[in-house]
């Protein structure tokens, strides 16, 4: 009998362990290697499971005989080993991709440069709610690979971004969602918007006309892609500006989706406020009258439904100040998503390691709704510079603790205290989850 086909699963993350799982159930002989050091939990797994792997380097020797080669989103193909494989044509794939060859679910697929995450969530939460056997997966829940070994489910919703997108060729959304484009990790991208947008449209390869494509037809970037690409599945653009052709529009404060026959509801009902969230509960809701949940399903989801930890994270009121915790909101768009649905004075908490972030575009909602920002981060010159014309209060700390405590002290009854940096955490925090936690726990203690 010849050797079994060997998969070699670059990064032991959540995505790493589960496609290494997934592999060996498959009968490969798979070896995973990791350049940092692996979590407990997920070095358990592998023990648990009998899987080779390696930690704080790379063996060369051990890999290069690899038939494919399963990577972590988060390894750039600037990487050495990377450009090892390249070099010798070895095909590199991800987790995601390599799952679905093992499963007939059904998968919905969101994207988008913000809001996956919440509309990932909702769709869940209705597709769930209504007694669909349903995962969740990608960027959010657990290993797509994992639960495709493990579970049977009917239906996947799963968060993708653009650098898993980036490595999926045969990989089919059944129905793709596409929230927005604008611009993010251009540094992935050398720079090209329109590589980045390329990625993005990525989201509808592979579909026929019996697919379903559910786009933000606000978004200019997404309709000129739209036109470009010319997409073979079937349409459901939505709209809060006009109603004509749209799968979901919004008109006089009512959201109306018309899939099958015509669903309303008033957009103060619906659990997420913010314009913002109106386009991510539209795209959930088109998503979920395509797989026939029913219309009181759909309303009773909106809801009820609790948002994201890190997203607009409602923490606490103190002597009448609201603190809200949007840790996840990493780059200047999230920022100005959170600032628009403000209704009130706003103490804006920001900064954080720079991504190469052009703070004009937030000018006008600065202007609009800011009171006093207080930076934090290692080196905020550029905040402080950008915005000291418009806010004569700005403050800089080095602790979520400090932050908060000079926060508290600006705010007067009222107000709102925003944790929205505009900024990956790198420079004081592990990520952005433990610079969240570190701001509630700020609060709690005041």
């Not at 697929?109 to 809001?115: A, D, L, P, V, Y």
Request: hydrophobic share 40%; with cysteine.
């Amino acid at each position: 009998m010849g050797t079994r086909n060997k998969i070699v699963v670059l990064g032991a993350g959540e995505s790493g362990v589960g496609a290494a799982v997934l592999a060996q159930k498959k009968g490969f002989d798979v070896f995973v290697s990791d350049k940092g050091v692996i979590k407990q939990n997920y070095a358990d797994i592998l023990t648990a499971h009998e899987i080779a792997f390696e930690q704080s380097q790379h063996s060369w020797d051990k890999m290069h005989n690899a038939t494919e080669v399963i990577k972590s989103p988060g390894i750039p193909n600037t990487a050495q080993i990377i450009k090892q494989f390249k070099e010798q044509s070895t095909p590199i794939i991800s987790e995601i991709e390599f799952a679905a060859r093992y499963t007939q679910a059904k998968k919905i697929c969101i994207t988008g440069t913000n809001g996956k995450t919440t509309t990932t969530m909702l769709t869940y939460h209705i597709l769930s709610k209504a007694g669909l056997k349903v995962g969740l997966a990608g960027n959010v829940g657990k290993s797509f690979a994992m639960q495709v070994a493990l579970d049977a489910f009917d239906f996947y919703v799963i968060e993708l971004s653009s650098f898993q997108l980036d490595d999926m060729h045969q990989f089919k959304a059944e129905i793709a969602i596409l929230l927005n484009i604008t611009p993010d990790h251009l540094d992935r991208y050398e720079y090209s918007m329109q590589r980045y947008i390329d990625s993005k449209m990525r989201i509808i390869q592979n579909q026929t006309n019996a697919d379903a494509f559910i786009f933000n037809d606000d978004d200019a970037l997404i309709k000129e892609a739209v036109l470009k690409h010319n997409p073979k599945s079937n349409w459901y653009p939505f709209s809060i500006t006009h109603s004509t052709g749209m799968a979901a529009y919004a008109n006089n404060d009512q959201l109306i989706i018309n899939i099958k026959s015509q669903f309303t509801m008033s957009i103060f009902e619906l659990a997420i406020q913010g314009k913002h969230n109106l386009y991510n509960s539209m795209a959930a809701g088109i998503a979920s009258r395509l797989v026939d949940i029913r219309k009181e399903d759909v309303r009773d989801s909106m809801q009820d439904f609790a948002s994201v930890e890190h997203r607009l994270e409602f923490v606490n009121t103190i002597s009448g100040v609201d603190f809200i915790n949007d840790s996840k909101a990493t780059n200047i768009n999230s920022a100005w998503y959170a600032l628009e649905s403000m209704k009130r004075p706003v103490i804006w908490i920001a900064g954080g390691q720079d991504k190469g972030n052009d703070y004009e575009q937030l000018h006008d909602v600065v202007k609009e709704k800011v009171k006093a920002i207080v930076c934090l981060g290692v080196d905020n010159k550029k905040i402080v510079d950008e915005f000291k014309s418009i806010i004569p209060d700005i403050f800089e700390c080095n602790t979520a603790d400090d932050a908060v405590k000079v926060a508290y002290k600006l705010a007067r009854k009222g107000d709102i205290v925003l944790l929205s940096p505009a900024c990956a955490s790198f420079d004081l925090f592990k990520n952005y989850e433990d610079r969240g936690r570190q701001f509630k726990a700020a609060v709690k203690s005041l």
